[in-house]
């Protein structure tokens, strides 16, 4: 798995945090403009109908349909993208680190859904808990960079695992709970599109306006067929392929690169752009297209057309005693609180989950708070689970009103929190110094500069990082020196353990290195005989390389390097340090050169 940290310009503005500010502005002027002398306006321009027909074919809705049935298609085909890419390729692939915010994901649907049934008992509402179970990641991610807590990024990546499961919770809910009855013809046509839109990966070109042209298609048919028409969004995106960049078109799109600065024409462009889409998943690369059109218009102008709550007197005096409006409340801002930070803290107590480093137990708190912002799913599941306007506008308060409490809870629980458990930094560090007698060591033991990489044999881009470090070498000669330690990711590389024992074997031959060279070139032949044929070719001493290879020792001197890298919250390769810090960023020659660099600069400065 590649890890490329691109730097962010400081004077961009945080995307999470403009999202969340256009989405606050519109849902302001939603509610300055339904509570305006102009407030019938409001319901009237979203009532506008709108017609679309050619011949004698006609098809009529309103405005607001437009944002909720067909804009809001897109925001879920983007929850779908990162559905599938999680369960594919992200965290969700690895149980272990999964569980935790899985499971509270999982308890922070459920808990919040039993609160507002019990509540609602006996109003005749109790059937729209639906509309209490979901967080607004959007939100979510714009008000802990609003509330810029030190670290955010392991309490970021723990929400948004959470968030993902969330959303799983919330599209099955949708689709089971809060569809109208099924017609079997349209449904049959709708299955029928989705085994095509399966097949699109197979065709050679066109591929993008295939999923177009099916995925309109499908919206029409699941409508058709009585099911929410915004699911047809997820199935979509459930159907696109994900993958993680290949070495073999990453090594094909440099190779062009070079022709073309060699010899810039219009043939070596095209295909250069072509090797380079082909490199990324159509899922990334879709999701990167849209997602700045989904959370800076898409989603404001929903919050503009469903934020618009009359809140009068009547409106106010009525929320004060309604078990639909406390329902809301209580179940987003206490159900998801306890529903998170119980189930994490149960689990960690019976010993089945583990936080990752750096994060305790009142940042999981105060993101569980913050998780109790629903805005989104919640105001867009208002009208489809309520009929009637007067419950629909108790509904909507009780959402704002939870979603201010929520935010102003996660800020206090986290800036407390902070004070008095002051957060540390996990990973900026080396964990451990370079030791001559223990870590292999390429260049002079006393070097001036040091590169230690964290690394496995099975991963593309440490061999394509092995080329970069061939050219700082050239750069610095005898005063830079290279140091490798094992970090085998055993989910998407299940060779890179044995790849790992086998360099330690060669190493207790003194042929380290070139076992390592050996392994980076045949990346994708690691079986257990290509290994040892790799050995005899090398001419180490066969009977030796096979005491060592299994050995309590090699697997003890790789387990020794997995908990270094545990204990720093490393979890892709390469992963470099420059000295005894931390290098982000890319790690191309150039990069790698600048950073040494400037950490003699550093070094001298302090």
């Known amino acids: 798995m590649a890890q490329v940290t691109v730097q962010r310009d400081r004077r961009r503005p945080d995307p999470d945090r403009l999202s969340a500010g256009l989405m606050l502005t519109a849902t302001v002027a939603a ?7 102009w407030g019938a306006a409001y319901e009237d321009v979203w009532a506008t109908p709108l017609i679309v027909g050619v011949g004698d074919i006609r098809i009529t809705f309103t405005l607001h349909a437009l944002v909720n049935d067909g804009l809001m298609t897109l925001f879920f085909f983007l929850v779908g993208l990162e559905v599938k890419r999680e369960l594919t390729i992200g965290d969700l692939t690895d149980r272990a680190r999964a569980i935790v915010p899985i499971t509270a994901a999982i308890a922070g649907l459920g808990v919040p859904a039993l609160i507002f049934v019990l509540i609602t008992a006996g109003s005749g509402a109790a059937h729209a808990w639906g509309i209490v179970i979901s967080t607004d ?12 807590p030190k670290f955010p990024a392991r309490l970021r990546l723990f929400l948004l695992t959470l968030a993902v499961v969330d959303d799983i919770g919330a599209l099955l809910v949708i689709g089971l709970f809060y569809s109208d009855g099924l017609a079997v013809i349209p449904l049959v046509i709708a299955l029928a599109l989705m085994g095509a839109l399966a097949l699109v990966r197979f065709l050679p070109f066109g591929r993008g306006f295939a999923y177009t042209a099916l995925g309109i298609a499908l919206w029409a048919a699941t409508s058709e ?3 929410h028409p915004t699911l047809a969004g997820v199935a979509v995106a459930l159907l696109i392929p994900v993958f993680a960049p290949r070495r073999t078109q990453v090594e094909q799109t440099e190779e062009l690169s070079r022709a073309f600065r060699e010899s810039p024409n219009t043939a ?13 998943s159509i899922n990334e690369r879709t999701d990167a297209a849209w997602r700045p059109y989904v959370s800076f218009i898409v989603l404001p102008v929903f919050a503009l057309a469903n934020a618009g709550v009359h809140l009068n007197v009547a409106t106010l005096r009525d929320a004060v005693t309604s078990p639909i409006t406390w329902g809301v409340v209580i179940a987003l801002v206490l159900g998801k609180f306890v529903g998170i930070t119980g189930a994490t803290w149960l689990l960690r107590a019976a010993g089945r989950g583990q936080l990752a480093p750096g994060l305790g137990m009142h940042r999981i708190a105060g993101g569980a708070a913050l998780s109790g912002i629903g805005f989104t799913i919640s105001l867009f599941l208002v009208p489809i689970a309520l009929s009637d306007p007067e419950a629909q506008d108790l509904a909507r308060v009780g959402v704002l009103s939870a979603s201010v409490i929520a ?15 002051s957060p540390q930094a996990v990973g900026a560090q080396l964990n451990r110094p370079v030791d001559p007698a223990r870590d292999h060591i390429k260049g002079p033991v006393d070097a001036e500069f040091t590169i230690v990489e964290y690394g496995d044999f099975e991963c593309p881009f440490c061999g394509r990082a092995t080329g970069s470090i061939d050219e700082v070498f050239t750069y610095f000669g005898d005063r830079v020196r290279w140091v490798w330690r094992h970090l085998p990711l055993d989910q998407p590389h299940p060779h890179a353990q044995q790849a790992a024992q086998a360099a330690e074997a060669a190493g207790r031959q003194d042929r380290f290195y070139p076992m390592a060279r050996t392994l980076f070139a045949n990346a994708e032949r690691l079986e257990t005989e290509d290994l040892f044929r790799y050995a005899a070719e090398l001419g180490l001493d066969q009977e030796r390389f096979a005491a060592d290879f299994g050995s309590v020792a090699t697997l003890r001197r790789i387990q020794d390097d997995r908990l270094d890298a545990e204990l720093m919250d490393l979890n892709s390769t390469p992963t470099f340090f420059i000295g005894d ?19 003699r600069r550093t070094d001298t400065a302090g």
């Open 31 to 37: 509610i300055l403009w339904a509570n305006s002398p």
């Open 581 to 599: 810090r931390r290098h982000k960023g890319p790690y191309d020659s150039a990069s790698l050169i600048r950073a040494l660099e400037a950490s």
């Open 407 to 421: 935010f102003v809870l996660g800020w206090a629980i986290l800036k407390i929190g902070d004070r008095v458990w």
């Open 268 to 280: 070596y462009a095209t295909a250069l752009r072509r090797s380079v889409d082909a490199a990324i």
């Open 137 to 148: 990641t959007a939100f979510l991610l714009g008000a802990l960079a609003v509330i810029g």
């Open 225 to 227: 067929a009585g099911i």
